[in-house]
């Protein structure tokens, strides 16, 4: 049965201070209560420097997390592990937590479910769920903080690139980022949050406005709006040339040059002609193309590049004059395309070892 209680990181810092008072309490505790939680306390009990009477004060009027992991998968020799969790109310998210040698990474859905609906991805193929709240959003980052705590990490990047379109659920993530930001809670710089979106102009332009330093990443795919209006069918309402204006709007703003994401699609989108458009799209722009290679999806009709496929198209971008990455393939055997965890347990309905 669902627990009533509040989870903690529901309440803003004023909030809890104010319960602290409530229950004659000194205000300072709370620093010391973001503290716990900022290290991926498992429990109330665990704050083992706060006195009995506070740590069960908390144990009654509040959770700890509202996230119940149900099923847990793994790749690359554990370095990549992904947690589907279910949410109050019965949807379910993925998390996946990402280890290379000099850093840590989360990428956290901002949605159940999504509504953009690409037809290569996982998770637009499922009936868009709901927004997830600011604090549901970080306690998937305080889950990956203890996770990695365990194994003497730190989580030091957080990526929204899990599974939804974050701009479309902006307040709740625009206040999760100030919240992992913030030193009395997590810390993460803004530089080490990326915020991904597949075009959502208006949004783009308030974020441009808010002061936080943010990486921003575009999920371009196409650079013509013939096929981007297939592969990413927002492109219908803010076409692809628009897009990459108000992108260039935000590095202008910010000085963060933008990332765009291009997933390769054998045959679709990893042509010349591809890599010329992409060209002529971003040359001369604060920009960043990172290429990554299709990790495939049932049902779909969309393969993967072969290995020879991504080098040719690499450096046919590159030829652009573009500056250009090719992302690893973290978690293909963890099912890490987002969505995809989510869509096993949808489809076995049993959880996932
Ligand atoms: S690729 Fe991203 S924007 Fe498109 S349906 Fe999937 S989660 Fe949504």
Request: glycine content about 8%; charged content about 25%.
């Amino acid at each position: 049965m669902l627990d009533p209680k509040p989870p903690v990181l529901s309440l803003s810092s004023a909030e809890l201070e104010a319960w602290l008072v409530t229950n004659d309490l000194p205000v300072y505790r709370g620093r010391q209560i973001w503290g716990w939680m900022a290290r991926g306390a498992a429990s109330f009990q665990a704050m083992h420097d706060l006195p009995k009477g506070l740590r069960a004060a908390l144990e009654r009027d509040f959770r700890i997390t509202s996230l119940r992991p149900v099923a847990l998968n793994q790749a690359d020799g554990a370095l990549t592990t992904k947690t589907l969790f279910e949410l109050d109310g019965g949807h379910s998210v993925e998390a996946v937590v990402m280890r290379y040698t000099d850093r840590s990474t989360l990428c956290i859905s901002s949605q159940a479910g999504c509504p953009i609906g690409c037809p290569f991805c996982a998770t637009g193929k499922f009936p868009f769920g709901r927004n997830l709240k600011a604090h549901e959003i970080v306690e998937q980052a305080v889950d990956a903080v203890r996770v990695l705590a365990g194994e003497e990490r730190r989580l030091s990047h957080v990526v929204f690139m899990g599974m939804g379109e974050p701009m479309a659920n902006y307040a709740a993530v625009l206040e999760s980022v100030r919240r992992l930001a913030d030193p009395e809670l997590l810390g993460i710089s803004p530089r080490r949050i990326v915020v991904s979106t597949s075009g959502l102009i208006p949004r783009i332009e308030q974020l441009a406005g808010e002061g936080l330093p943010v990486t921003l990443a575009i999920s371009l795919h196409a650079a013509r709006d013939e096929l981007r209006d297939v592969l990413v069918p927002i492109n219908r309402k803010y076409p692809v040339r628009d897009l990459v204006g108000a992108a260039q709007g935000y590095a202008t703003k910010t000085g963060r040059r933008v990332s765009y994401e291009w997933v390769l699609l054998a045959g679709v989108n990893d042509t010349e002609q591809d890599a010329k458009e992409l060209g002529t799209l971003l040359r001369r722009k604060l920009a960043h193309v990172n290429l990554i290679p299709f990790n495939p999806v049932e049902d779909t009709p969309y393969r993967a590049p072969d290995r020879a496929a991504i080098r040719r198209f690499r450096e046919m971008v590159e030829a652009e004059g573009l500056n250009v990455t090719v992302r690893d393939t973290r978690g293909r055997e963890a099912d890490a395309a987002c969505g995809q965890l989510h869509e096993r347990v949808m489809r076995s309905r049993v959880p996932v070892s």
